[in-house]
């Protein structure tokens, strides 16, 4: 089983209704994140969460929002969702200590027409 | 703040010829950076780290990195690229007080047989 697991792996919507993505991980990681990676562009940072208690923004949130329901899952939100939010999206978890790297699940490929 | 620059976005080589991907970062204080790879249709997986000590580092799959901080780059090379090795390349740069790397745009390495 993956590390890192992200549900559902593709989904396509239309504009206007409320999407959710959700993560998972068995790495006993306390941070975790969401990125968004469009081509050209590399990978974006939407939201952060270093621990349950703790959500940040990223570079990118607008549009966006999450939850950390527990150390293990960080779901991610578009309450709205519109045709410029098409993109792959990736969750990634790394530990605590400093300089460590991150680990991804496999993405979701999200069409909004 | 920091910033990563990937110099070229697309690389093609024929397979068994060597390959380098460059990567110019630029940061006002110590950095630790990693190259990452992405396989179609999967989240990134680390490839190498460079977080102090030697300035040659290998990774997996017969790549290795020098980081040269006189010229703030950390390129990525393999003497001699196999098929399989078709992927998109990030290269992160993290340090200072942010636990947070900072992705390139990404380099899309493309073997032809």
């Known amino acids: 089983d993956a590390d890192v697991t992200q549900t559902p792996r593709n989904r396509i919507t239309k504009t206007g209704k409320r999407i959710m993505l959700e993560c998972s991980q068995t790495k006993g990681h306390d941070r975790m994140y969401w990125y968004r990676q469009d081509p050209g562009l590399g990978l974006r940072l939407i939201y952060y969460?270093?621990?349950?208690?703790?959500?940040n923004k990223g570079e990118i949130s607008d549009g966006y929002s999450v939850s950390r329901q527990a150390q293990a899952k960080f779901s991610l939100s578009l309450e709205s969702a519109i045709p410029n939010q098409t993109a792959l999206y990736f969750c990634?978890?790394?530990?605590?200590?400093?300089?460590?790297?991150?680990?991804f699940g496999d993405g979701t490929r999200l069409s909004i027409l | 703040a920091q910033s990563v620059t990937q110099l070229d976005s697309q690389v093609p080589v024929f397979e068994e010829a060597p390959v380098e991907l460059r990567c110019n970062y630029s940061?006002?204080?110590?950095?630790?950076l990693f190259w990452y790879v992405q396989y179609p249709n999967q989240g990134l997986q680390l490839l190498l780290k460079y977080l102090s000590g030697s300035t040659l580092v290998k990774g997996i799959n017969g790549f290795e990195a020098e980081f040269n901080k006189s010229q703030t780059s950390f390129h990525l090379r393999k003497p001699s690229v196999h098929i399989s090795d078709t992927a998109e390349y990030f290269c992160a740069v993290g340090g200072g007080g942010s636990y947070i790397p900072t992705f390139g745009r990404g380099t899309s390495l493309i073997v032809h047989p």
């Open positions: 969460s270093f621990d349950v208690k703790d959500i």
């Open positions: 990634a978890t790394s530990d605590r200590t400093r300089n460590q790297p991150q680990h």
């Open positions: 940061s006002s204080v110590s950095v630790y």
